[in-house]
């Protein structure tokens, strides 16, 4: 895999949380960037963006590593390669305008983990129990983080002849028993070298957003430096 490179471009939303396969976020002094890491029909790449804001001291550095729309089980995502794709997100690292590399300090999963139908004859239907320890092979020392998305949603649903509202969370206990932290409208508190910031986990936009979005727990993004983690 080549080291990623220095690109400077727009995002939208949905691009930078859910586009084609994985993403990756990071930070360096008063500067947030983000790596996009995508796996789709085979192809695997790393484009780096830069953002910036002012709330984080000069000289912090950050980085995040975000995937997200692996829908494991589709021809281009077997568990092999997903075991490569968390082996190559194990070994990302982003590279300062200085030249100096920084290694990954946080991991998040931005949804649709698992695929909800059939898309081709060769799809195959992964429980989460399969697919949580493959994943649960990353590592970042201020951990692993995710949410779930609508395919999550309805693949589950589909399996266990619910609603969603109704739907069993035993899921965020097989991922957390793989050191994969689950959740929903949840704030996570974060230290790095002393510097606090929240890690903010919003419901899937398309199922769970309309009756689950709780705005309250966004109280404070104004007076701390806030990563938004969603589908």
């Known amino acids: 895999m080549k080291d990623m490179q220095n690109t400077r471009m727009s995002v939208s939303r949905r691009k930078f949380l859910g586009n084609l396969g994985a993403a ?12 996009t890491y995508t796996s789709h029909f085979d192809s695997l790449q790393i484009t780096q963006y830069d953002l910036s804001t002012d709330k984080v001291p000069e000289g ?4 995040e ?21 968390v ?7 982003y590279q300062k305008k200085d030249g100096q590399r920084l290694p990954v300090d946080l ?6 983990i698992l695929i909800n139908k059939h898309y081709d004859p060769r799809t195959e239907f992964f429980h989460p129990e399969e697919i949580a320890p493959i994943l ?27 609603r969603h509202d109704d739907l069993t969370m035993d899921i965020w206990d097989i991922f957390k028993d793989n050191n994969i932290h689950l959740h929903e409208n949840e704030i996570v508190s974060l230290n790095k070298d002393g510097m606090e910031f929240d890690l903010a986990i919003l419901p899937d936009y398309k199922t769970r957003w309309n009756k689950h979005f709780d705005s309250t727990i966004l109280k404070d993004v104004d007076k ?3 990563i938004v983690l969603s589908h």
Not at 60 to 63: A, Q, S, T
Not at 87 to 93: E, K
Request: with cysteine.
């Open 65 to 85: 590593a975000h995937i997200t729309d692996i829908h494991a089980g589709t021809p281009s995502v077997s568990k092999k390669k997903l075991a490569q794709i």
């Open 136 to 162: 649960g092979k990353l590592e970042a020392p201020l951990g692993v983080y995710g949410c779930l998305g609508n395919h999550d949603w309805d693949r589950m649903g589909h399996v266990l002849q619910i």
């Open 24 to 35: 990756f976020v990071a930070s360096a002094g008063t500067s947030v960037a983000s790596v």
């Open 87 to 93: 082996t190559q997100v194990n070994s990302l690292t």
């Open 107 to 112: 991991i998040g999963i931005g949804g649709d």
């Open 60 to 63: 912090f550095d950050h980085v």
């Open 224 to 226: 701390r430096p806030t």
